[in-house]
C-alpha cells in the first residue's frame, strides 16, 4: 500500500516529458505498410491515428519477456487500441498501465512449451487490473494477415472494451445503457448455436462464452468487414452501431510492393527505404 502511494507521488513530481508532437517517416511509412485500417484513411484521419498512437505509447509501459520490445511493437499495440475506440467520442476508454509481449504462447498458468500453451493474449483482471500481455509473433501476425479473422490485438482491446463497466460478460456498458441488451443476447445465442453446430465461419473460440464471442466476432469486423455484413447482416449492424463505424464501406486499399514508391516521400523504392530499416 506505501509502494503504491509513494509510486503515485514519484509519479505526481517527475511526470514523463511530453509526448512528441509529429510520428517520423519511418514510423508512419510502417503503418501504411503494416496496417490496413491507417491506409484506409484519409490524410487528416491518418494525422489523428498517429496523434493517438503517440499518446497511447507515451503512457503505456511495455516489458519484454526474452525478447528486446521494437518501436514496431509498440505501434501495432497502439494501433489496436485505436482502431476499436476509432468511433469513441472519448477515445481513453479503458487505463492500460503496463504491455508485456513475450516470444511464445502460454498457458492459464503461463508455462511456455507445454501441450496447453496455446494463449497468444491476455488481459488482466483484479490484481493484473490494467496489464495485457501479447505473444509478439501473433500481434505481428494479426496485421500481417488480413483476411484470417484473427487480431490479437483487437481480441484483447475487445475484452478491455467490455470490461469498461467492469465486468467482461461480452455485454459492454454501451450495449446495456442504449436497451440492446436483449435482442444482442438472442443475437449471440443463436451465433454460438450456430458455432457449436458446426454451421457457421465464426471461429469456434466464439463458442466459448459471451465474451470471447464478442472479441471474436470484433476481429471479424475489423478484418473482413464486407463478408461479415454479407452472411451476418444483423451482426455487422449490432458491431456497427456499437463501434460507431461501418467500416464494409471502407475502400480498402493495397498492400505497399517492396519495390513500389516508399509512403514516406523519399523518392527511392521501398525496399530500398524503410523497410531496410
Known sequence: MLKHLLDR???????REAPPEKMSDEHR?????CVEFYRSLAAQDKSRFEHRCISFIHATEFVGHNLTVTDEDKLLVAA???????GFEKWHYVKVDTVYLV??????????????SNITGLVGTHHLRG??????????????????????????????????????????RQISEQGFVLPWLALVEEKITKIDQQQSDIRD???????E????????????PKMLKRKHPKLYQGLEHFFQQNRADVQKTERIRKKGPCPCGSGKRYKRCCLAQ
Open 9 to 15: 507521488i514519484k509519479y505526481a513530481f517527475f511526470a
Open 29 to 33: 511509412a510502417f503503418l501504411e505498410t
Open 80 to 86: 489496436g487500441s485505436v482502431i476499436l475506440a476509432w
Open 103 to 116: 516470444d511464445r504462447s502460454f498457458n492459464e498458468s503461463s508455462q511456455f512449451g507445454e501441450h496447453d
Open 131 to 172: 496489464k495485457m500481455i501479447l505473444s509478439q509473433a501473433a500481434l505481428h501476425q494479426g496485421f500481417s494477415i488480413e483476411s484470417d479473422k484473427r487480431n490479437v490485438a483487437i481480441h484483447e482491446f475487445a475484452h478491455l472494451i467490455d470490461m469498461a463497466d467492469g465486468e467482461i460478460d461480452g455485454l459492454p
Open 205 to 211: 473460440y466464439g463458442a466459448t462464452n459471451h465474451a
Open 213 to 224: 464471442f464478442f472479441a471474436v466476432a470484433s476481429e471479424y469486423f475489423f478484418e473482413r
